[in-house]
T-cell receptor, first 114, second 113 residues
Framework: AQKVTQAQTEISVVEKEDVTLDCVYETRDTTYYLFWYKQPPSGELVFLIRRNSFDEQNEISGRYSWNFQKSTSSFNFTITASQVVDSAVYFCALNSGGYQKVTFGTGTKLQVIP | DGGITQSPKYLFRKEGQNVTLSCEQNLNHDAMYWYRQDPGQGLRLIYYSQIVNDFQKGDIAEGYSVSREKKESFPLTVTSAQKNPTAFYLC????????????FGEGSWLTVV
């Protein structure tokens, strides 16, 4: 079985603050993929990043950065200098066990206050 | 433009009626998925299809049906047997390349009146 836990239900920050969204996953497979998606108020899920289980290198893309640690089964997402446009629901997801099914966390709603 | 198109965006259904949500993709992806999202909730898998003419039940398939007659199309029918169909429905697809990334359509809002 696979499971994704996003313990933070809602986070509010003031614009320009940094914020980290937590994601903890469970899987017995040695090969798997982890993802982050952004869901703005319009509803569509927008793909942000993919990481495979063999690549623990952290990644930075502009104001976004991701920290993948297999030792703690975590794949955390940090937004630096947050902006109002970052307000959305963010989902962490796991794809393993033959890649047929993807399990999503319950999402973290981020509100950036101007 | 390549992508996933869902229609309609908004749909109202009377109780006892079946409705069909359309999902078309031109990404040449083999796998397609339907998810349901309730307000303030995560995504739950309804059905998925790995290949044409084959599909499997997800976690909440009761009251739903699908077909996969063409690679690019994966329509979802919400039947009258679905007791609480009001929700946001998301269609997605996944190709063999790109590290198994799933891409989503814009979603369809279904409301029972």
């Amino acid at each position: 079985a696979q499971k994704v836990t996003q313990a933070q239900t809602e986070i509010s920050v003031v614009e320009k603050e940094d914020v980290t969204l937590d994601c903890v996953y469970e899987t017995r497979d040695t090969t798997y993929y982890l993802f982050w998606y952004k869901q703005p108020p319009s509803g569509e899920l927008v793909f942000l990043i993919r990481r495979n289980s063999f690549d623990e290198q952290n990644e930075i893309s502009g104001r976004y950065s991701w920290n993948f640690q297999k030792s703690t089964s975590s794949f955390n997402f940090t937004i630096t200098a947050s902006q109002v446009v970052d307000s959305a629901v963010y989902f962490c997801a796991l794809n393993s066990g033959g890649y047929q099914k993807v399990t999503f966390g319950t999402g973290t709603k981020l509100q950036v206050i101007p | 433009d390549g992508g996933i198109t869902q229609s309609p965006k908004y749909l109202f259904r009377k109780e006892g009626q079946n409705v069909t949500l359309s999902c078309e993709q031109n990404l040449n992806h083999d796998a397609m998925y339907w998810y349901r999202q309730d307000p303030g909730q995560g995504l739950r898998l309804i059905y998925y299809s790995q290949i044409v003419n084959d599909f499997q039940k997800g976690d909440i398939a009761e009251g739903y049906s699908v077909s996969r007659e063409k690679k690019e199309s994966f329509p979802l029918t919400v039947t009258s047997a679905q007791k609480n169909p009001t929700a946001f429905y998301l269609c997605a697809s996944r190709g063999d390349s790109g590290g198994n990334t799933i891409y989503f359509g814009e979603g369809s809002w279904l409301t029972v009146v």
